[in-house]
């Protein structure tokens, strides 16, 4: 499960590892475009 939150703009941010070609993990945040607003997701 990928754990995220939505910052001010509605967006939902979380966080991703890429994999390096030796190896080495790095995390970087991504932005999910769902097409909806934090109001419609939870209501």
């Known amino acids: 499960m990928i ?3 939505f910052n ?7 966080e991703i590892g890429l994999i390096a070609a030796d190896g ?12 909806f607003t934090f109001y419609i997701c939870h209501n």
Do not use: N, R, W, Y
């Open 24 to 35: 080495d993990i790095i995390p970087v945040q991504a932005l999910l475009d769902t097409g």
């Open 8 to 14: 001010s703009k509605d967006e939902l941010i979380f």
């Open 3 to 5: 754990f995220g939150e």
